[in-house]
């Protein structure tokens, strides 16, 4: 059962352009949403995440946008630059006792920015 | 770099056999996981350890266990395996929960043959 949708496989984006990666989610108890980057033969890098309790995180040239009621993610990356091309994982979890902050991920988004 | 550690980075076996990973969380970090990336399963959360107890599984096979250790660092332990489990495994580790964010070692390649 996958609650974590990442439904485009692949993005590719001009450089200096807006990156946007889209997810989505089936469980309405998520309360703590990532995204995390991926090189090959690189472990995740945490790059954003964001509270339900918030709608917007920005830090540096990374924004996630949250719509509870779409339960619904973003990621923007303004602007896009060649070390982003990567793949972009969304993950999601129930900050509980029982949960104690498992991730649940995404299949991934492929980034490739291009000059 | 995150600060956990993962060892050892390749591992080939073969189908039957029994291997152990070693991770070391990042310093301070009580709570370690661990997430298995199979081609076409993703990365999947198998189980999480708080300071020497276990406090959540996620889908870890009975043949697959895991154990924390005074010093924190965690073992991941994979018998009887079959081609199947031939996968990326990640560990992860965080303060506690206090805000949910987890940072990933740079895994073990484990190839069974």
């Known amino acids: 059962d996958q609650q974590v949708k990442q439904n485009s496989p692949s993005l590719s984006v001009q450089e200096g352009r807006i990156s946007i990666l889209n997810c989505d989610y089936t469980?309405?108890?998520?309360?703590?949403f990532l995204w995390y980057k991926k090189y090959p033969a690189e472990g995740p890098t945490f790059l954003i995440s964001i509270s339900s309790i918030k709608d917007k995180n920005e830090d540096g040239r990374f924004t996630v946008f949250l719509n509870k009621s779409a339960k619904h993610l973003s990621l923007h990356i303004v602007p896009s630059q060649p070390g982003d091309s990567a793949v972009y994982f969304c993950?999601?979890?129930?900050?509980?006792?029982?949960?104690?902050?498992?991730?649940?991920f995404g299949a991934g988004t492929q980034v490739v920015v291009t000059p | 770099d995150s600060g956990v550690t993962q060892t050892p980075k390749h591992l080939i076996t073969a189908t039957g056999q029994r291997v152990t990973l070693r991770c070391s969380p990042r310093?301070?970090?009580?709570?370690v996981y661990w997430y298995q990336q199979s081609l076409d399963q993703g990365l999947q959360f198998l189980i999480q350890?708080?300071?020497?107890?276990?406090?959540a599984k996620g889908n870890i096979l009975e043949r697959f266990s895991a154990q924390q250790f005074p010093d924190l660092h965690s073992e991941l332990n994979l018998s009887s395996l079959e081609l199947g489990d031939s996968a990326l495994y990640f560990c992860?580790?965080?303060?506690?929960?206090?805000?949910?964010?987890?940072?990933f070692g740079p895994g073990t390649r484990l190839t069974v043959l």
């Open positions: 350890y708080y300071n020497g107890e276990e406090r």
């Open positions: 993950a999601a979890s129930r900050m509980t006792t029982d949960s104690w902050g498992k991730l649940q």
């Open positions: 469980n309405s108890m998520f309360d703590y």
């Open positions: 992860a580790s965080s303060v506690a929960t206090s805000d949910g964010t987890q940072y």
């Open positions: 310093s301070g970090d009580l709570s």
